[in-house]
């Protein structure tokens, strides 16, 4: 007597898993891994913060393994010298991109930036952003907008802490640091604020946001069906919400681009937005890559460095040794009589060491984005097939204690004691990748986050919310791609210069 159909299909599903399973271990030297599920692979044994989760599985199966998210096969790395063969040795072999069906969408099939596979279509967009959008000229002659924005911040925060109601009670410092990162990008981008001190938005900046809301929420709508083919047939992708996405992000580019057109023939002012328009036919960059390269920037660069600010000032809560020391160079470098500017950066090695040691301990993509294989590839003696995702756990490179002396404690002078590089040269701290991956703005990611925490430091004292103790900070993560805290931190801002010099001179 047959078999009825509802049981013949799962006996079927798991008769071809393990003829897979045989047919890949007898094909390809993978790298070992947890016993995976017919069907589902790992995914339910994957915690929530990946890269802590996947920390700890290199400490069981070794600094190479395999987890697959369902059928599809991911390899992880989690030491340097691995780091190194992926985005060095093996880079040009291992610098597509995997995209997920909503990425697929929102990026219109890689013709973006961030989500273009390698080749000549990547290689011309990642020229502009280097020789272009990211060069020491163009970061320079926009120095004065970073300014702008993070003296903004230190008159909000002196304003709310010196204020009747706010004098020494505990602010939520992520709220101030935010409002600096958003207004800061848009107008870099889109030589446009629109958010003002108090963190409020016009309404344009309420339709931009919430542009930028939808494709966080586009990106995060993954199915099972992404990592198993056969069942998308099932779970059909979501054709709408892209959709909206792309024509409401569309409608909201022209109108800006239009906006600028004109004003490039009134001013000089040089936004990211009137480079690509002006380098548009030199580049022949159609308008989908236009648009996408200006969003993949924006998405790039909205949260990371408030991210990173925040992450080091909850360090320096707990250190305050730290803070001693840094504010003790700000004074004799800059003294009391003026603000600092980037251009003091070069005379303050402790602050700088400070944030090289804040990307160390936080990244702020742990894991990077997900690179693809685009043919068979050896990583540490084992076989990488064609179309496995690639990841790098930074996180956990940058805690190695085989590295790292005391890796998980917050000492900057060990920038001072060695000379290490963080833009990609040296495979023991990536926050920004390597190779033809890495990040085009890490420059201005590293000026603008020195410049956040240098003034924060150099105009107030800080210390805990009442009633905690350093110790007691929560450094928690929050799940997601970017490691935001899990708690936003309190603290109390005491200011400690004269308060002229909490006075903002914004040119917005």
Known sequence: MPLPIPILIPISIVIIFLIYTLYKSLRFKLPPGPRRLPVVGNLYDVAPLKFRCFADWANKYGPIFSVYYGSQLNVVVCKPELAKEVLKDNDQLLADRYRSRPAEKIS????????????????????????????????EALRPVREDEVTDMIQALFDASTSPEGAGKSLVLREFLSTVSFNNITRLILGKRYMDLKGSLNEEGQEFKGI???RIKISMNISLAEYVPWLRWFFKVDNVGPAKYLDRREVFTRKIMEERNVALMNENKQHFVDALLSLQKQYDLSEDTVVGLLWDMIAAGMDTTAVIAEWTMAELLRHPRVIQKAQEELDRVIGSDRVMSEADFINLPYLQALTKEALRLHPSTPLMLPHRASTNVKVGGYDIPKDTIVHVNVWAIGR???????????????????DIDVKGNDFRVLPFGAGRRICPGAQLGINMVTSMLGHLLHHFNWSPAPGVKPEEIDITERPGAVSFMLNPLHCVATPRLPAHLYKSQSTA
């Open 400 to 418: 190695d204690p085989d590295v790292w002396k005391n890796p998980l404690e917050f000492r900057p002078e060990r920038f001072l004691e060695e």
């Open 212 to 214: 930028a809301m939808d």
């Open 108 to 139: 219109k099939d890689g013709t973006d930036f961030i989500w273009a596979d390698y080749g000549p279509h990547y290689v011309k967009v990642r020229k502009l952003c280097t020789v272009e959008l990211f060069s020491p000229k163009r970061l």
